[in-house]
Structure formats: C-alpha cells, structure tokens
C-alpha cells in the first residue's frame, strides 16, 4: 500500500556522535511515499513552518507538548521464543537456567497455535516500546520460526529471523538431529522469507548457532559455509559465563579462544553479531575488531543471571562496534529504553572498580541503541538516525500526557515535567524514568505500526 507524503512537524532529536545528541526544537522532516526522509528542515524559521513545494498538500503529524522524535530503538539480541518466561529466572545461572527455563519452553514451539500466540504478543510489545528492529532468535522448529518472519512481516517491524542450530549437548526432546537436518532447516528458513520478502527489505533470514556449545564442528563449519555462499548474516552468544568459558575450553582445546572456535568455522565476520562479550580477552577483542564483527551488549540479562559485567567501554575505546540487546529472557525486559538505562548503571558498577571513565552518559546509552545498532546490523545507511535518504523508522515521544499541557496525568506514566527543564533534561528524564507509555506512535519504513490510544495520525 502506497503511504501518504507527510510532514512531522515538532523537535527532534537524534544522535550526532557517540556523545552528543542533535537537538532540533523547531524541526521539519518530510517522509516520502517511499518511506524515506527526502527532507530535514533543523530549525523552522520563526518557529513557522511553511511546506515546501510540492508539499502543500501533505499530510501533517505534529507532536504535542513536550514530545518529539526519536529514531526508533534497534535491539541486536532477543529470544522471541522466551518472551512468556521475562521475568522468571529465579537464582539461575546460564547453563542451569538454560535447562530448567528456557529449554523446555522453547521445545513447546512445536504447537504452532502457541508460537502464534507468543510472535504476536512479543512483536507487538516491542513496537509498543519503540523498537523498530529487532535480531530475534526462535527456535529450532521451521514452522513456528517462518510463523514469526511472517508477524514481524504483517506487523511492519524491520527483522533478523534466526532458526536456531543446536546438534550437541542438548536435551533428547530439543534438538537438532543432524549437520544435515540443521542446515536443512536453515534452509527452509532462508527460502521462507526470500519468498515473502526477496529482497529482504524487511526481514531478513540470520544463520543463527546457539552457541558453541551447543553445536558440533561440522554444524559450525557448515553454518560458516551457509554464511560465506549466501552473504546471509549470523548472530551466535560468545564469552558471557565462566563456566561456559570453561567449557568451551574443554570442547574445543584445539582453539586458542572462544572467539577463535567461530573465527575457524567461518562464522567471525562483518555480518556476525556476537552476544554478551563479557569475559572477552585483548587478543579476543582484537580478533574481533580485525574481523569487523559486533558486539550486542545485554546489560540486563548480564545482571540477572550473574554472568558478569562486559567493558563496554574498553570495547568501544578499542574501536568495536556495540549495539544494545535485551536478551529476553535472560534479560527481564523487553524495553530497549529500560535497557539503555541497565547499560548506565552497569556501566557505573565497572566505574567503582575500574574508574569513572567506565561510566556511560544517557547520549552514549542512546547511542548505542540506536546509530550503535544500526551499525551492528549493517543498516547504518538506512536507520539509527534522520538524515535525508534514510528510512522513516521513528518514535514520537511524549513526556506528558497526549494533547496536555501538564506532564502528571496518568497517560503520561512516570515522566513528570515541570516547565523548567532543558530539552537534555527532558531527555534524561526520559531514559530513567520512562517507560511505553511516552512511545505516542512508531513508524517503520514511514508506516504507522503502533500509536498509544490518544494518538490522532
Ligand atoms: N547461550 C546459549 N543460549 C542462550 C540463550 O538462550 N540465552 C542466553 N542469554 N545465552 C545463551
Ligand atoms: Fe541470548
């Protein structure tokens, strides 16, 4: 369906560099029929917005008191299929967590009725939180994992669909059987999706290894194959538990390092997006940096399962490229903005051990779950920010109640504004105290894909 040219008229604010945020008060941006920016107007004169030409009769979109846009949220790790389990991890670490919660959830997605009703309720509460990409992993079962290629799909949201590989040290009831039934598989996945999107300008297919652990030598060697003959991308988790370390250690002692095992099996490159990095070693992150591979940080899941804290900005100061992830459901939540507050203060616990320079600004939190991510999903052409050519995936945040002029009421949530602030103010308000219901509206490719009740598009 073709989309109306529009103009959204109000401040908006996105990521200049890693620490400063572009704040536009008077701004004008104007979203084609193609769902790209084809204008950005930083400061309307006057504050008074006159249209283009050509643009006269576009539809108009302004923001309310105290809203502006956002470039939507980019989450680089998130298990779909764990989504009813948010929350319930109780005092588990990974490897236990992994067979008392997770395993037997996901093997549940062999019903399909269920897979549906789960797709349909995570993606549309990731939308609901601003997230207009998402890296998700499902499970090992195609249907359920073509099912939710197909939700993010009907739903509007931007989309790496992995089926996830798993031939060793897996429980009886979920795993793969073979090499060759794991790459069929893949295949079936990949060959889903270049049929409802062929040039994968939604959602695109993602070779996904759980881990090393849980894959043989020759499914990683035969996932790299995959990977290198079809440019598809892949996510895997390295280095977030020392006990995973350990075993990775004992399973792979031909290796010189976890991050090694990927790099031998082909599975270490620029389309890699690599989980957790907590207990990465120099030579591990310089073999990454050196293979242009990503980093997604889950601060969140990192604390709750007590894998450790990742240096994030030891990474960043080494050149990596570091996206947010939530990680669901070793991560509690599903809100990228809760993460990006989890990534601060996690970062504020490395600073009273190693310095206060660990410490990360709410500009580089916001960074990293936006332009960081893009970059991480190789999209940095296309989102993470607003500039001309780029596609319309944004966020129009409220901090305040919809079409009021005092932020307190209940619509509002938590976020109260008292007239005084500056807009980095509001900003940081925003990233600690906010929550979905300041995401008015989001758009994906200049589509609306979700609006609080309230919202008049
Ligand atoms: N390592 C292997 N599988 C998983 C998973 O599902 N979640 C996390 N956090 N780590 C993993
Ligand atoms: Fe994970």
């Given at each position: 369906m073709a989309l109306e040219k529009t103009i959204y008229i109000g401040p908006f604010i996105h990521c200049e560099t890693l620490t400063e945020l572009d704040i536009a008060v008077h701004g004008m941006i104007g979203v084609g029929e193609d769902g790209k920016i084809a204008f950005v107007v930083r400061d309307v004169e006057g504050g008074q917005l006159s249209a283009p030409d050509g643009w006269e009769t576009a539809k108009i979109v302004q923001t309310p008191d105290h809203g502006f846009f956002f470039p939507g949220f980019i989450d680089?790790?998130?298990?779909a299929s764990q989504y009813p389990n948010a929350?319930?991890?109780?005092?588990?670490t990974l490897l236990d967590w992994l067979n008392t919660y997770t395993f037997p959830l996901e093997s549940s997605f062999s019903d399909l009725e269920k897979a549906a009703r789960i797709y349909n309720r995570v993606v549309a509460r990731t939308l609901s939180h601003g997230t207009t990409t998402a890296c998700y992993y499902a499970t090992v079962h195609v249907p359920a994992t073509n099912l939710l290629a197909d939700v993010c799909q009907s739903k509007g949201q931007r989309a790496f669909v992995g089926r996830v590989c798993m031939d060793r040290l897996s429980p009886d009831y979920y795993r793969d059987e073979s090499v060759e039934s794991a790459i069929t598989a893949t295949r079936q996945c990949i060959d889903h999706i270049k049929k409802i999107d062929p040039k994968f300008d939604l959602v695109t297919p993602i070779i996904t290894p759980r881990f090393a652990p849980s894959c043989t030598d020759e499914t990683l060697k035969a996932l790299g194959d995959l990977h290198h003959e079809t440019g598809i991308p892949c996510q895997t988790h390295v280095s977030e538990n020392k006990a995973e370390c350990q075993l990775v250690k004992e399973m792979f002692p031909q290796s010189q390092s976890y991050t090694h095992v990927y790099d031998e099996a082909g599975?270490?490159?620029?389309?890699t997006i690599l989980a957790h990095a907590v207990h990465l070693t120099k030579d591990e992150r310089a073999l990454i940096k050196q293979r242009k591979a990503k980093v997604s940080h889950c601060p969140a899941s990192n604390t709750a399962l007590t894998s450790g804290t990742a240096k994030v900005r030891t990474m960043l100061d080494e050149g990596l490229t570091v996206g947010l992830g939530t990680d669901v459901s070793g991560g509690y939540t599903s809100s990228l903005l809760a993460e990006a507050r989890e990534a601060i203060f996690v970062s504020r616990h490395v600073a009273m051990t190693?310095?206060?320079?660990a410490k990360l600004s709410v500009e580089e939190a916001l960074y990293l779950a936006t332009r960081g991510g893009a970059k991480v999903v190789g999209l940095e052409n296309r989102i993470g920010g607003f500039e001309v050519g780029k596609d319309w995936d944004a966020q129009m945040v409220t901090l305040?109640?919809?079409?009021?002029?005092?932020?307190?009421?209940?619509?509002?949530?938590?976020v109260e504004i008292f007239?005084?602030?500056t807009w980095d103010d509001k900003v940081a308000k925003w990233v600690y105290t906010g929550d979905d219901r300041n995401t008015t509206a989001v758009w994906v490719k200049g589509k609306l894909v979700h609006q609080r009740p309230g919202f008049k598009p």
């Amino acid at each position: 369906m073709a989309l109306e040219k529009t103009i959204y008229i109000g401040p908006f604010i996105h990521c200049e560099t890693l620490t400063e945020l572009d704040i536009a008060v008077h701004g004008m941006i104007g979203v084609g029929e193609d769902g790209k920016i084809a204008f950005v107007v930083r400061d309307v004169e006057g504050g008074q917005l006159s249209a283009p030409d050509g643009w006269e009769t576009a539809k108009i979109v302004q923001t309310p008191d105290h809203g502006f846009f956002f470039p939507g949220f980019i989450d680089t790790h998130i298990h779909a299929s764990q989504y009813p389990n948010a929350g319930v991890f109780g005092k588990s670490t990974l490897l236990d967590w992994l067979n008392t919660y997770t395993f037997p959830l996901e093997s549940s997605f062999s019903d399909l009725e269920k897979a549906a009703r789960i797709y349909n309720r995570v993606v549309a509460r990731t939308l609901s939180h601003g997230t207009t990409t998402a890296c998700y992993y499902a499970t090992v079962h195609v249907p359920a994992t073509n099912l939710l290629a197909d939700v993010c799909q009907s739903k509007g949201q931007r989309a790496f669909v992995g089926r996830v590989c798993m031939d060793r040290l897996s429980p009886d009831y979920y795993r793969d059987e073979s090499v060759e039934s794991a790459i069929t598989a893949t295949r079936q996945c990949i060959d889903h999706i270049k049929k409802i999107d062929p040039k994968f300008d939604l959602v695109t297919p993602i070779i996904t290894p759980r881990f090393a652990p849980s894959c043989t030598d020759e499914t990683l060697k035969a996932l790299g194959d995959l990977h290198h003959e079809t440019g598809i991308p892949c996510q895997t988790h390295v280095s977030e538990n020392k006990a995973e370390c350990q075993l990775v250690k004992e399973m792979f002692p031909q290796s010189q390092s976890y991050t090694h095992v990927y790099d031998e099996a082909g599975l270490l490159t620029q389309k890699t997006i690599l989980a957790h990095a907590v207990h990465l070693t120099k030579d591990e992150r310089a073999l990454i940096k050196q293979r242009k591979a990503k980093v997604s940080h889950c601060p969140a899941s990192n604390t709750a399962l007590t894998s450790g804290t990742a240096k994030v900005r030891t990474m960043l100061d080494e050149g990596l490229t570091v996206g947010l992830g939530t990680d669901v459901s070793g991560g509690y939540t599903s809100s990228l903005l809760a993460e990006a507050r989890e990534a601060i203060f996690v970062s504020r616990h490395v600073a009273m051990t190693d310095g206060d320079d660990a410490k990360l600004s709410v500009e580089e939190a916001l960074y990293l779950a936006t332009r960081g991510g893009a970059k991480v999903v190789g999209l940095e052409n296309r989102i993470g920010g607003f500039e001309v050519g780029k596609d319309w995936d944004a966020q129009m945040v409220t901090l305040g109640g919809v079409g009021d002029t005092v932020g307190l009421n209940q619509e509002a949530g938590l976020v109260e504004i008292f007239g005084g602030e500056t807009w980095d103010d509001k900003v940081a308000k925003w990233v600690y105290t906010g929550d979905d219901r300041n995401t008015t509206a989001v758009w994906v490719k200049g589509k609306l894909v979700h609006q609080r009740p309230g919202f008049k598009p």
